[in-house]
């Protein structure tokens, strides 16, 4: 017999005579004459009950298996005579595939995220962490479609390099068969080669930072989604930024249902009221100039001063979007002496078509340009900031030959899922995260 | 106006009285009293001509606008009276958005794919390299959507590790924050944890070899696919790679048609043939004894010997596929000592449950195997081979809690792009390739 999924079991429509199904015990609770088994099998947040007649063969054994042991189970599906579940399971045939020691460290309680973060090979099997990255999948998913759907083509970019893309970071280093190399920090500038060519692409991939710092926001190793336009300016750059991070949260709350609802439930209980408003603005677009007094006036004392040509801080993004004007918001022509160098010089010669989209419960999740695309503005700005054009030959190459207005971002995936799940910790939304002291697993 | 991209003009079903396009001159011919372009924007291979009427404002500007310049074009879609075309412009306004100057390196004229090497970051403007890179994207989608499909979760395995997947090769090594790390050769161990919790996993990202090999088939980065299943033997394993290799060709051929058949017609004059008999063969399933005495009856000349015990060689593998069964084979059952450490250990206590596809054209292109989840036979095996069990013990916990039959396979996605496209070298289906001496771009 085939095995069906406990995901399709949950959903079905009629009663089956018979059924295999394999899994995990999550609880087993014995009365008399009757064993009664919660079975997972990570499909899905749900479990199935399975009830265990004594009379069936190995009926000690079975006994045995406590949370975490493996079955497999063969039985009739039928409509749930119990509260709480639609269907069940009255087994003919239970095997036990292995048992799970008594020193297994899921036991049925409640464990702290510290505590999981040590055993990250195991916590996917514990319901917050399964649902986690069940989520991570589905929305993985949802950001290729949602550019397939759009007609632009995927990159992978490369991870190695010999350049970097100045001023996004401190880079890890490493020997090339002779040649020193970086572990990228954006794909950006391929994407921009690529945009020059086909259009709209895009890359989706694992970005490094060098950093050593230890907060709940960063890691060494993350990834990073960066589409790239080419015939777009800043405004529609602002506007495929909005309609993505609104897509990606209708996405997960249609196609996650179950497992978001256990994030609003148990994590953050102000999750489904952020994500709603987010969904529903319209994101408030105004310049970095008019933000400086907005700020200046807010009464809040911050630990990072304010003034036009310093950057923004994380304190300043969060009062603008969540307390002053309680929705996403997205500033932009940012001061060009605390921006990089390929971001386009507007006419004021002061500031730069930069854009930033700050949403409530993290601050910036999209930071994103239009690109210089004339070659005079742009080998003038690489001097002024004394960068050496001939290891940026070919990036100018596309300046000198048919080069068109272009625009593209970055958005943080694991912010999208910090944003989607209210998680505060982005060591909990990577399978094997990265920090400093930590590459076990 | 909104710019619409070529593709959907080159797909149109009636005449539009004004449309908006832009994108890059591909060739420009000059009549009396007409000019006339065709112009691409990546979207897709075909260009669309447009008739430019030497009356329009800017005519002396236009004519300037050779290969490679950028162009704005307003006009009407009208039925062509042309041969080769459906559809093309009449111009009403032309824009001049940039220039190409002479020294435009992709003049139209033939170039070779060496040359083309040495400018990465412009062949995608050429039509041969904007075909490969869109497939590349298709099949890229192609791969997430097989496995959602059928229920498998998309796990982002870490990039930098700490742990090496013994036996798959060598590894680039990098100081972390003053530990020592690698780059990453495989992700399965990672999508180990992750079937064990999640039932079907999979990941799809950059690995790394640090070999100073200078072949047309290694790069030092490449993209892999590995997906890891819970509850399924070796068999249950090859189903599903010979399913995946068959849905890749299937959707290339189905998605990617205009620009496939430029590789069949430029590159590869036998690809559809050998398509075609991948897509519609059984693959023959042949345990590895049984090659031995087929490969020894061949008559062939091979440079490596053949005997049982002695892993097989690209010559050995093609001439499998290619010559004797003249269609795909899935080799199983290696010998245990050529193997690495987490294959399953079959009853005769020589061979593992080890299972390679084989395919004309390529050779390997999916290696895979049942994994040992037996820990006392793991642990014994890993003595064997002199490994150190700490390093592992996040690897066998999975074998100590709840431990099930699992498998998984990696297949190299820049192998199935040689395999659909005909290209012969790794290099020409990597945007930014890395090999020893390339980190440039």
Redesign the interface.
Known sequence: MK?T?I?ALLNADAPTDAVLI????RTRRDAKGFSFIELN???CLGNIQIIVNESLPDYEKIKKANT???L?VTGELIASQGAGQTWEIRATEVKV?????DD?P?QKKRHSDEFLRT????R??TNK??AM??I??EL??AV?KFF?DK?F???????????DCEGAGEM??????G?K?N?TVSGQL?AE??A????DVYTF??T?R?E?SNTARHA??F?MIEPEM??CDISGNMDIGEELVKYLIDYALTNCKQDIELFAKFVDKELMNRLEIIRTSSFERLPYKDAIPILLASGKKFDYPIAFGKDLQSEHERYLTEEHFKKPVILYNYPKTIKPFYMRLNDDNETVAAMDILVPGIGEIVGGSQRE?RLEVLQARMKQMGMAEESYW??L??R??????HSGFGMGFERVLMLITGASNIRDV???P?T??H???
């Open positions: 095995r999924k995901i394999m899994g995990w015990v099998d990570g499909s975490g042991a493996a497999s595939i292995s048992l799970a020691p297994y899921l055993i990250a090979h195991l996917p099997r962490y399964g990255f069940r991570r999948s993985s998913y290729h397939k007609g083509y995927h990159i992978h970019s490369p991870i190695i390099t010999g350049s890890f280093q490493l020997d090339f068969f040649d190399a572990l391929s080669m690529f020059l060519a086909l259009g991939g694992p490094f060098a050593n060494a190793e990834w080419a015939f695309e070919w990036y190459d596309s000198r030959f048919g080069t068109v207005p990577i399978p094997f990265r400093p002291g590459i076990e697993f």
